[in-house]
């Protein structure tokens, strides 16, 4: 296989992922939407078609980087123990900001390594039912709170 071959199959293989990934938050947005709360994406949380395991949300900084909002850390070796979602304690008594910072690091619980940064956007816009600029928009003034903070 050339490379150039080898580079187009790893692109339709992305695009095919991204596809996916919309598809099944477009399925919970029609089921749990349009306004996705914090008790709702609560409910998000237990759906195994939706987030394929486990996840504790906790209010701590202690594994958070300079600058994070959230980090999703696996429990054990295994994906199938869980995961623990840190959110920084900003943004504990904020609970229409929640369902933004859980819904960016459902897709990365879901796919671990093989995602990035886009397909969190495209996950979490189409889980809130938002347009992809909007919510990147949203995440960023809420990451540059913390900046402040």
Known sequence: MSEADSQASADRAQQSLREHISTIASSAFQQYGPSLDYPT?????????????PVTIVF?????????FAFAKQRGENPADGFTLFIHPLFENEEENIPL??????????????????EAELFGATLLGMDID??????????????VA
């Open 60 to 68: 701590d900084s202690g594994n958070l980087r300079d600058g994070e």
């Open 41 to 53: 994406i609560q409910k998000v949380l237990l759906d195994r078609k939706v987030v394929r395991y």
């Open 101 to 118: 910072l859980i819904a960016y690091h459902l897709v990365c619980i879901n796919y671990g390594d093989i995602v990035g940064s886009r």
């Open 134 to 147: 909007l919510y990147y928009q949203k995440l960023c003034a809420l990451a540059d709170r913390l900046a």
